[in-house]
């Protein structure tokens, strides 16, 4: 059920309602996460693509999101820094997939277990229905326990 309730709560959240993003699925274990983003006028650009932005937008909360899920209340989580490289124009809807393995979580903790800061980067793809590349985007987020954990 918290499952459930979570993605509804952030379906309704109003940047993400009004912008056409959607999350179409969060696995139990917050280890991955299906966003999408369908086309509306007014979430396309001159050239009837997407507007870059709401591209950004759909990639934004994610990896920090599912890494708050997963490590709980001990740790501070926070995005750092993203950059995007636009490749070809999305049309349509538009799917990203976020990620994370049990490697990737044990090195986190591993690197944050005496107090230190962390900066976990990954990696995601925006593609079209037709499974072509619209954009990649870098991520950054910082992870660190907090000092009563420490």
Not at 101 to 120: S, Y
């Amino acid at each position: 059920m918290k499952i459930m309730f979570w993605r509804w709560l952030i379906n309704v959240w109003p940047p993400l309602l009004f912008a056409g993003i959607r999350v179409k699925h969060v696995a139990p274990d917050f280890k991955r996460i299906v966003i999408q983003l369908r086309s509306y006028k007014i979430n396309l650009n001159i050239m009837r693509s997407h507007f870059g932005g709401s591209l950004y937008a759909m990639t934004d909360p994610w990896y920090m999101a599912m890494l708050m899920q997963i490590l709980g209340p001990d740790y501070y989580v926070w995005d750092r820094r993203a950059e995007i490289d636009f490749i070809s124009p999305g049309y349509g809807t538009v799917t990203a997939v976020f990620t994370l393995d049990d490697a990737q979580i044990t090195a986190i903790r591993a690197a944050t277990e005496e107090g230190e800061k962390h900066l976990a980067e990954f990696k995601v793809q925006i593609r079209d229905q037709a499974d072509k590349l619209v954009a990649t985007v870098d991520k950054t987020v910082y992870v660190r326990k907090k000092p009563h954990k420490r």
